[in-house]
């Protein structure tokens, strides 16, 4: 009898350790070793190091809103709760994705509900907010004016171009860095000696370059990879001694991982393909690179902004209609989404791949740049200054200015620079037929003061 409940037990035994490694396996090994405190969190010592400025808000209690701005997978969402755990706050976590006006104002409603004396307000977390629209941003306002919330924001996208000036103005705004290679090592060696699952198996890492390059430095990537690895390597041979290399790596990523990810490395990638293949006049392989993005679920308004930044930077004034057509372009995708934004994006790809280029109004602003650093803040010659006081007109403020309007073509040759400047060409126009026709005209009016005969 002794003898039957000893192997009642350790069947029980055996088979409750089962479900669990089943019930782990169902979890992704991201969230299994997901950090809880900052003494875990791996990375972005800028903000959480010993002396980060973000330790130092949490360490105060006293944390004011802001926004992680960062690349996927280095850790937003996992700083959002430990600093919600060690502040011992509420926290509600919305996803932009998913959420909408309502979702926000039933939140607030829940924080406000909260509300005690010397009680510290509750966190709200929102998830990739550059997704939310202008009114969803514009609904939580009043709650973090009034400090009925803290809100804490992700977003992978510049927040400066994705989220509300009001908004952005009550925010701080931190900026996390992609994990760098002896980070990522470190999380792998972590996850093979402390994961329940894996440690059922004799793992070596023989070698990591694969592992870092799909992951792309995003730890989650990098995880999802490893995981999927060993559980390949585990079905085929059936071994618990499991060796990772490169070429197993690329063999079972490869395979299982999408051609396309809008969040990682190839989203850089693709994008600058696309971009390159635009300046270099080639409306085929623009068009096949919009493809790849689009069929990757790329944002819209990601591509059409691209698009708007090389109309002016490498078509500029040989096809002045380039920038209407891209600023159309951002706009449309605006109010229109998938599938017939394609259509959109592809008609504005072509145009600006078989347009003339010309980086010139780029340069010239790059060598204005470079001689404002050089030469300082040279003061503006007499005759160009305003002079709005009688004191400023007595003292020659605007004395001697030739309005243009007055003289024969409503043009007249004088100096507009700073005397120690005189003569410099900033502008040299490109050699497309628009611009030859701006150096021709350059060329007749600024005898005296330029030297456009080039």
């Known amino acids: 009898m002794t003898v039957f409940y000893t192997q009642l037990k350790n069947i029980n035994f055996i088979t409750f350790t089962q479900t669990y490694l089943q019930m782990l396996t169902n979890q992704p090994l991201a969230d299994r070793l997901r950090p809880r405190d900052l003494d875990e969190f791996y990375g972005q010592e800028h903000l959480v190091g010993e002396n980060g400025v973000l330790r130092k808000v949490i360490e105060s209690g006293n ?66 907010i550059h997704r939310f629209n202008k009114s969803q941003q514009d609904s939580l306002l009043s709650a973090v004016e009034q400090g009925i919330i803290t809100l804490i924001g992700a977003t992978t996208e510049n927040p400066s171009f994705e989220v509300i000036s009001p908004l952005l103005s009550r925010c701080q705004v931190y900026i996390m860095n992609p994990l760098e290679e002896d980070i990522l090592i470190s999380l792998v060696d972590k996850a093979v000696k402390k994961d329940l699952y894996l440690k059922q198996y004799n793992i070596t890492i023989k070698e990591y370059e694969a592992l ?12 999802n990879a490893l995981e999927l690895v060993v559980a390949s390597e585990a079905d085929a041979s059936g071994s618990e001694m499991i060796v990772i290399t490169d070429e197993k790596v690329l063999k079972h990523v490869q395979k299982n991982l999408a051609l396309y990810d809008k969040n990682g490395e190839q989203h850089y990638d693709i994008i600058s393909a696309f971009i390159k293949s635009l300046r270099g006049s080639d409306p085929n392989a623009a068009v096949y ?62 145009y600006l791949a078989t347009s003339p280029k010309s980086n010139a109004s780029y340069m010239a602003i790059e ?21 709005p006081t009688k004191l400023m007109k007595d003292i020659g403020y605007s004395d001697g200015y030739k309005y243009a309007h007055s003289y024969q073509g409503n043009f007249i040759e004088d100096n507009f620079l700073p005397e120690e400047m005189k003569g410099t060409i900033f502008y040299d126009p490109g050699t497309n037929p628009k611009e030859e026709e701006i150096r021709r005209r350059l060329r007749g009016l600024w005898k005296e003061n330029y030297n456009y005969e080039k």
Not at 212 to 223: F, T
Not at 317 to 333: K, W
């Open 63 to 128: 944390i004011p809103s802001f926004i992680l701005w960062g690349p996927p997978g280095v850790g937003k969402t996992t700083l959002a709760n430990i600093i919600s755990n060690t502040l011992k706050r509420p926290f509600y976590h919305l996803s932009a994705v998913h959420s909408g006006v309502k979702d926000v104002r039933s939140t607030i409603e829940k924080a406000k509900k909260q509300q005690f004396f010397n009680q510290p307000n509750p966190i709200l977390f929102i998830d990739e």
């Open 212 to 223: 870092l390059r799909v992951s792309g430095g995003d730890a989650r990537k990098l995880y």
């Open 289 to 350: 690179w919009l493809a790849r993005m689009v069929e990757g679920g790329e944002d819209p308004k990601f591509i059409a902004r691209r698009m708007l930044i090389l109309a002016a930077e490498d078509i500029g004034l040989a096809n002045p209609n380039a920038l209407l057509m891209a600023q159309t372009c951002f706009e449309a995708v605006n109010v229109i989404g998938w599938p017939e934004s394609r259509i959109i994006l592809s008609e504005a790809a072509v």
């Open 367 to 387: 060598k204005a740049g470079e001689a404002v650093r050089e030469k300082g803040d040279l003061p503006v010659p007499l005759h160009l200054r305003n002079a």
